[in-house]
């Protein structure tokens, strides 16, 4: 079938549905659907709806480093992005309580960039609190012990406004996007997806369904929760004066790794920051498969401990004011950290693109041309994005400190 008249479902708006829809859309196929549970783009329930995701090219394993690459010179010089990236600069380290994990992650990052030739002259190594003043005066809080690194190459995108022109460039490009409707099946004849319901009864026929629901996935594909838990994180936010976010315009997006992050305040001076640690599941008591729960406007308690710490070492007058805008967000996390993006075996006409694991907003650009890859090809040939039966997800991971916990212990 041509690429105008194959009928291209995408279940899920958000950050790898948008991006399939878009490279889709650009390579001349004319009759592609998204069908988005959330009323708006972003969705409340995308773990793009943020108003930053940081954008870094330093991964442990050598072939993400590279893609970010890709995407970070997408990033710049695609002009459907580039008005959403900041490239502030990535200040990178440990606090002197960091556990050992935490310091091999830390140099494993590092040893990913340190000798390849896209950052010679960007990484400046840290030792002291004299080195950090010098590549961020702005953060004045004690950092004693603290060591890293900070990369030039690197910032952060904005990210519910990058969304939101995808959003506009994709229904530019003739792409039917339904809102507030979420799918409640998926319609088969036999082996092969023809389609889906959604939960007011609308159905949609299709040759393709492309899965793109992130950590909700699950609910219409159970056979993934052993592939992919949904894990979740705090973010908060504090509002700053237009004085104190003028003091910290420009700063690094500032990551201690045992601690937590935070970014420079956004317009309307608005500072978010997020805890370290190893998230929360929502695991169904019975089949012990984790999505996420339909509210997710809450922190469980110990985060906001957690969250005024991080701005106790960095930022140590922001530490006791409100919190605002506080959330748990959620990811798809695989074993491997590894991303899936393969048919599913048993079915025919339908794709799965999820198991970001929490690093894959910076593929915007790029990971739709991923999904296309394998509509294309009718099968993935990139083992590590391959399905992957029997996988145990969520295990150790080593750049994650600390012990998962299920939400359903603080209710
Ligand atoms: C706390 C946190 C911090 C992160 N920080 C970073 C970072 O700094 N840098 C980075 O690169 N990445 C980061 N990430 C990861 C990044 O946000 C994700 O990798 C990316 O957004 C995943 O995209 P997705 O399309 O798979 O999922 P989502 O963006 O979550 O999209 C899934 C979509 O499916 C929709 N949906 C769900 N169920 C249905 C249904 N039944 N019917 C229709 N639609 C449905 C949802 O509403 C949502 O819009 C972070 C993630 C978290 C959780």
Redesign the pocket.
């Known amino acids: 079938m041509s690429r105008a008249n194959s009928m291209v479902l995408i279940?899920?708006?958000?950050?790898?549905?948008?991006?399939t829809a878009y490279h889709l859309a650009n390579a001349g196929y004319r009759n592609i659907t998204v069908?988005?549970?959330?009323a708006t783009?972003?969705?409340?329930?995308?773990?793009?709806?943020?108003l930053?995701?940081?954008?870094?090219a330093e991964y442990e394993e050598p072939y993400y480093a590279e893609l970010a690459l890709a995407a970070i010179a997408e990033w710049t010089s695609n002009p459907l992005f580039a008005p959403h990236y900041r490239q502030v600069g990535y200040l990178l380290g440990n606090s002197a309580a960091a556990l050992e994990k935490s310091r091999t992650s830390l140099a494993k990052s590092l040893a990913s960039i340190q000798t390849h030739p896209a950052f010679a002259g960007q990484i400046t190594p840290i030792n002291s609190r004299e080195d950090i003043r010098a590549v961020a005066p702005a953060l004045d809080g004690a950092m004693d012990g603290w060591v890293g690194y900070f990369n030039r190459l690197a910032g952060?995108?904005r990210?519910a406004d990058a969304?939101r022109a995808t959003y506009d460039a994709v229904n530019g490009l003739g792409v039917g996007i339904a809102l507030d409707?979420?799918?409640?099946t998926l319609d088969y004849d036999g082996h092969k997806c023809v389609g889906a319901t959604?939960?007011s009864g609308k159905r949609y026929t299709a040759d393709v369904v492309i899965l793109?629901?992130?950590?909700?996935?699950a609910?219409?594909l159970p056979s993934i929760g052993h592939q992919v838990t949904g894990?979740?994180?705090?973010?908060a936010h504090v509002q700053l004066t237009p004085e104190e976010a003028a003091k910290l315009a420009g700063i690094p997006?500032t990551y201690s790794r045992d601690l937590g992050?935070f970014f420079e305040p956004d317009p309307t001076g608005l500072l978010k920051v997020?805890p370290s640690g190893s998230?929360y599941t929502n695991k169904n008591k019975e089949t012990g498969i984790s999505v996420p729960p339909e509210d997710n406007n809450f922190m469980p308690p110990a985060e906001e401990e957690a969250i005024r710490k991080v701005l106790r070492e960095h930022l140590p007058s922001l530490a006791e004011r409100p919190l605002v805008n506080t959330k748990?967000?959620?990811?798809?996390d695989t074993a491997d950290t590894d991303y899936i993006i393969d048919f599913v075996p048993g079915k025919e006409g339908l794709i799965v693109?999820?198991?970001?694991?929490?690093?894959?907003?910076?593929?915007?650009p790029l990971?739709g041309g991923w999904v296309k890859d394998v509509l294309e090809n009718g099968k993935q040939d990139i083992a590590r994005w391959a399905w992957k039966e029997g996988n145990n997800a969520g295990g150790e991971v080593s750049w994650r400190v600390g012990k998962s916990r299920d939400l359903n212990d603080y209710t």
């Open positions: 279940i899920g708006g958000g950050t790898f549905g948008l991006s069908l988005e549970k959330g783009v972003p969705s409340p329930l995308s773990a793009g709806n943020d930053n995701k940081i954008v870094r952060y995108a990210s969304l409707d979420a799918v409640a959604t939960a793109t629901m992130g950590a909700s996935v609910n219409l894990r979740s994180w705090a973010i997006v992050f997020s998230g748990i967000c959620w990811c798809a693109a999820t198991g970001d694991s929490g690093h894959a907003f910076k593929m915007l990971v």
